[in-house]
């Protein structure tokens, strides 16, 4: 079955560590995205690529950071210099990064600092 | 400026009851996407459905339906007959087809529905 896979689902952190998300799909998509989602608020856009070895930031992409060395992959790394990084962490892709497109998501990874 | 606005944090109904979700955008592009999605308990978000800004005809799938109107800038999601797999937040967004950002999506703050037993 295609789909978007993140992983782990439940991440802990202490501060001052660096924790990187997983993302990976394999629809084929040419774009991926990173969301965060906080309690009672919508989502916001951490980074996008649009293809391999290029991406862009998002609203909110202090503290953040990902590559893209393969299509299927966008991992998001959450850095210490993060000042809030609990949340709910989303995935989604598209089948290219144009505005007309549907994005679909993953499962989300819930990040807790301790 | 929020571009999408869901102004109804949470609902209630009973189940059998129908429902409706509001969603109100801004945009000034004449090209542009709605989508409305449904987040589970789960987490993940479903898509439901998407509307170009040229398409102003209702759509009707099994129990939803969902009516754009440009002229109030809103595009409302109906559940008839609600039923309590329908309890889930749902989330309204907008792409502006305009802009050169990626497909960067607006979206609004989430409506969290509760279907009654």
């Known amino acids: 079955d295609g789909g978007i896979t993140q992983s782990p689902k439940y991440l802990f952190r202490k501060e001052g560590q660096n924790v990187t998300l997983s993302c990976e799909q394999n629809?084929?998509?040419?774009?991926m995205y990173w969301y965060r989602q906080d309690p009672g608020q919508g989502l916001r856009l951490i980074y996008y690529s649009q293809i391999v070895n290029d991406f862009q930031k998002g609203d909110i992409a202090e503290g953040y950071s990902v590559s893209r060395e393969k299509k299927e992959s966008f991992p998001l790394t959450v850095t210490s210099a993060q000042k809030n990084p609990t949340a709910f962490y989303l995935c989604a892709s598209s089948i290219f990064g144009a505005n007309t497109d549907t994005q679909y998501f993953g499962p989300g990874t819930r990040l807790t600092v301790l | 400026a929020q571009k999408v606005t869901q102004a109804q944090t949470e609902i209630s109904v009973v189940e059998k009851e129908d429902v409706t979700l509001d969603c109100v955008y801004e945009t000034r592009d004449t090209t542009y996407y709605l989508f409305w999605y449904k987040q589970p308990p789960s987490g993940e978000l479903v898509f439901l459905i998407r509307r170009n800004s040229f398409d102003e005809q209702n759509e009707i799938s099994g129990r939803y339906s969902w009516n754009f109107q440009k002229s109030t800038s809103s595009f409302n999601f109906t559940i008839t007959a609600s039923q309590v797999v329908d309890s889930a937040v749902y989330f309204c967004?907008?792409?502006?087809?305009?802009?050169?950002?990626?497909?960067?999506?607006?979206f609004g703050t989430g409506t969290s529905l509760t279907v009654i037993p």
């Open positions: 967004a907008l792409s502006e087809a305009g802009r050169n950002t990626g497909n960067q999506f607006y």
């Open positions: 629809l084929n998509h040419d774009a």
